[in-house]
């Protein structure tokens, strides 16, 4: 009887290592933003291919690390907060929103608490690393190491309203004359910038801050 549970159990343990090492990655991470929220809403921002040979469905989860340029962990997803995916047969492609997600994220060391602030990355260079992890074991799926790719970050200078000026008063008969004019992003991001102009009307008795937080604007315009 032991020696058929030895049998049985090395069996098992052949048939998942030629399952697993059928399995094959690519990771391509483009320009990102040092926006997180970004990468939840432009998901395409990086993709993970999985390639899954095998011929049956494998079920894992996916594991983020984020190095700093020092070598550091500055952030990694934390499996028990991580859903199981199931890789089908063929091809299997996930995005930022999948690869990085912000609830399961776990941050480390004096960036944390910036991080958590401002909800962005400071500018360096990135490494940043997949890898498929057995949700029985915790274990890597493949056994081959983590995959990676390396990416800068550059922190830009935000626009600044140059027309009208802050708190100008500008008069009814002068409404069809304004030019809205704001200084550019800095430096020139590699990417296409999308301006927001929103105009809210602050009736007497209020401040701009509680109109913004009270009522729609009245301009809202890409």
Known sequence: MKKALLLTLVFVS????????????????????????????????MTFIVNNGSGAPVDC???MQLYKSSGDLLAETSLPKLSIITLSPGLNQFHADEICAIPAIKYYGSSEMEILKTGKVSEDNYNLCVSLINPTTGLALNS?????SMFPIVSYQLPNNITPRDNEEIFETNVRSIIFRWSPVVPAPMYLVTYKLQIWEVPAGTNGVTAIRSFQPIVDKD
């Not at 990655?25 to 997180?36: F, W």
């Open 61 to 63: 989860k996916i594991k």
């Open 144 to 148: 081959l190491p983590p995959l990676c």
């Open 14 to 45: 052949i048939q998942c290592s030629i399952l697993f090492s059928q399995i094959n990655t690519k990771l391509v991470v483009n320009k990102l933003s040092p926006y997180l929220s970004d990468w939840m809403n432009n998901p395409q921002m």
